[in-house]
T-cell receptor, first 112, second 119 residues
């Protein structure tokens, strides 16, 4: 079945540091890939997405590129801020009538 | 963008009582909604898939008689936790799926979650 594996947290960075959260997936066919963010006490918000190979999703300074050859969708940001502290979930969706499959989440803490 | 609301945002109830949580898609119609449960510092666990006008499909290990799901319209699904106990305390999140013709994919939009505490 489909699955997502992402960097185990927690990840702690200083402000303005470079961020990478790894995400690899297993899926049949050509899934769409997503990164969601969950701020403390809130639900999930879509951060970015990519629907086909070599697509780059970007939002709020975050980027991720759909790499079919390595089955990866790593999340990056060049300079993190304290406000980026949250839990980040990588997810995939096949094109059928099935729900998102989530990774376990990575908790990011950014300290000033 | 697509908005999903949940009500209430938090609820405290006594053991043995039932609690209903509503999930609404505000600006689109959702034939499919999902209910998730999230324990502290953990990922989301899919509980069930709710299809409008039909019975919900529950994931393995989820008691359907305890977690009653009704999806009576294209914009509303409800989760009722019956005879709640302290172990049911959790963060419950719903999501609604919308098919985007532009991208040709289904996208899921999440509600803000409902924190349930059973005393």
């Amino acid at each position: 079945g489909n699955s997502v594996t992402q960097t185990e947290g927690p990840v702690t960075l200083s402000e303005e540091a470079f961020l990478t959260i790894n995400c690899t997936y297993t899926a049949t066919g050509y899934p769409s890939l997503f990164w969601y963010v969950q701020y403390p006490g809130e639900g999930l918000q879509l951060l970015l997405k990519a629907t086909k190979a070599d697509d780059k999703g970007s939002n709020k300074g975050f980027e991720a590129t759909y790499r079919k050859e390595t089955t990866s969708f790593h999340l990056e940001k060049g300079s993190v801020q304290v406000s980026d502290s949250a839990v980040y979930f990588c997810a995939l969706s096949d094109r059928g009538n099935t729900p998102l499959v989530f990774g376990k989440g990575t908790r990011l803490s950014v300290i000033a | 963008g697509a908005v999903v609301s949940q009500h209430p945002s938090w609820v405290i109830c006594k053991s043995g009582t039932s609690v209903k949580i509503e999930c609404r898609s505000l600006d689109f119609q959702a034939t499919t909604m999902f209910w998730y449960r999230q324990f502290p510092k953990q990922s989301l666990m899919l509980m069930a898939t709710s299809n409008e006008g039909s019975k919900a499909t529950y994931e393995q290990g989820v008691e359907k008689d305890k977690f009653l799901i009704n999806h009576a319209s294209l914009t509303l699904s409800t989760l009722t936790v019956t005879s709640a106990h302290p172990e049911d305390s959790s963060f419950y999140i719903c999501s609604a799926r919308d098919f985007r013709k532009g991208t040709g994919i289904y996208e899921q939009y999440f509600g803000p979650g409902t924190r349930l505490t059973v005393t």
